[in-house]
């Protein structure tokens, strides 16, 4: 009997699942175990010895269930911690992470010139990007043959195969649609959905046959300024410029107009603002510095063409002039991101490098 408890328990001890021991169980305490077997052969001894035998067969019986319980809570305590481990999230694991994108350093700008103009009280207009060439030109006083429709390169848009020409634009053979080479046919579209007094700005990207290079892209963005009211004059065009270039710059700006021509203002005007970057910033009476990388040496910094808007241009609006009177402006959003970041070659912006716009501190 010794013997058998003694193999028993090493069974026991030896069970490393609960599967195992259980097959152990059946071994060493079922019907044909040795335990069993000389537990059912008591009562066929001897009345006398019965009760030693009953007590010998018990206590072996006794340690072997006693073991077998143990090993049992310590098997099921081990195994329930290994399918805990198992089942474990490492919430601090680093996992890979998609990049969620940024706005590009070009749209902040052109968003914070919006908020600019919001600011001020004006309305955001938008026009469509495939024109047509009436907006473009016709409604802003370009003659047919004006040479102002070649001044400005444009990508014309083919007419259907087979069809003439609708226009009777600069080229015959156009659809009357075009790439919108300026945001000033948002002016003639928001007359005449919105009506007067108007207050607009219509930011918006633009197309001209122009080669890239480090100031020129054929796609670039611009922002139309329109303000149409009673009794408007020219101090209130260069007081809205020097406020919003105040807010886009900072300081107190001082600005210059330099005539110019459109067919749409008259008159017309480049304004150009002192260099904010080198001596020029203090004053008419200071020279600029002859290496300014801003303003190159000339003490001004050109921002866009900007003019009254020519009574023929209300006129085709169905607006009186003799009531209304406005002011119209138009500046190169990437222009203005060169000066104001010190940008030296507008490529960067288009060639979607992200490190371009990374040391914007946008995360990508
Ligand atoms: C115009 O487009 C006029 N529509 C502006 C205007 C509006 C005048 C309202 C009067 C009243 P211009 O062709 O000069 O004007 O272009 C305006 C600005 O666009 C320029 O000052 C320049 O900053 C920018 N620009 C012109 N061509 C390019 C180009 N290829 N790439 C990037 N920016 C350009």
Redesign the pocket.
């Known amino acids: 009997m010794t013997a058998a408890v003694d193999e028993a328990l090493a069974a026991i001890a030896g069970a490393t699942t609960s599967a195992e021991l259980k097959q152990v169980r059946i071994a060493h305490t079922g019907d044909a175990s040795v335990i069993a077997t000389a537990n059912a052969a008591i009562k066929s001894l001897p009345k006398d010895q019965r009760a030693d035998a009953g007590k010998l067969v018990g206590q072996a019986k006794g340690r072997v269930f006693q073991a077998i319980s143990a090993r049992q809570e310590e098997l099921a305590a081990a195994e329930e911690e290994a399918k805990l481990a198992e089942e474990t999230v490492d919430v601090t694991a680093v996992r890979p992470r998609r990049k969620r994108g940024a706005k590009h350093p070009l749209k902040t700008l052109e968003d914070r010139i919006v908020d600019v103009f919001v600011g001020m009280g004006w309305e955001i207009a938008e026009g469509p990007e495939i024109e047509a060439e009436w907006f473009n030109f016709d409604a802003l006083n370009f003659d047919a043959d004006h040479p102002a429709r070649q001044m400005?390169d444009t990508f014309y848009i083919a007419a259907p195969e087979g069809a003439d020409g609708a226009s009777g634009g600069a080229r015959g053979t156009s659809s009357g649609q075009i790439l919108r080479?300026?945001?000033?046919p948002v002016?003639v579209r928001s007359l005449l959905e919105r009506g007067v007094p108007l207050y607009i700005a219509c930011p918006g990207r633009?197309f001209?046959t122009?080669e890239i290079d480090a100031?020129?892209?054929?796609v670039?963005t611009?922002v139309?300024?329109?303000a149409i009211d009673k009794g408007l004059t020219m101090a209130h065009l260069v007081g809205t410029l020097e406020s919003f270039a105040a807010a886009l710059f900072g300081g107190a700006p001082i600005t210059r107009l330099r005539p110019n021509y459109?067919p749409?203002?008259e008159p017309?005007a480049?304004m150009d603002f002192r260099c904010f970057h080198c001596d020029a910033r203090l004053g008419l009476d200071h020279d600029a510095d002859p290496g300014c990388r801003v303003c190159g040496g000339t003490g001004w910094i050109?921002?866009?063409?900007?003019?009254m808007?020519n009574p023929a241009v209300l006129r085709s609006a169905g607006i009186d002039p003799t009531e209304y009177q406005g002011f119209?402006?138009?500046?190169?959003i990437?222009?203005?991101l060169m000066l104001r970041n010190g940008v030296e070659d507008?490529r960067d912006m288009v060639e979607g490098d992200v490190r371009f716009s990374q040391h914007y501190g946008t995360e990508i």
């Open positions: 400005q080479t300026h945001t000033s002016q633009v001209r122009d100031t020129h892209s054929p670039f611009q139309e300024g329109l459109f749409f203002t017309s480049e050109e921002m866009g063409g900007c003019g808007v119209a402006f138009g500046l190169g990437e222009r203005i507008m």
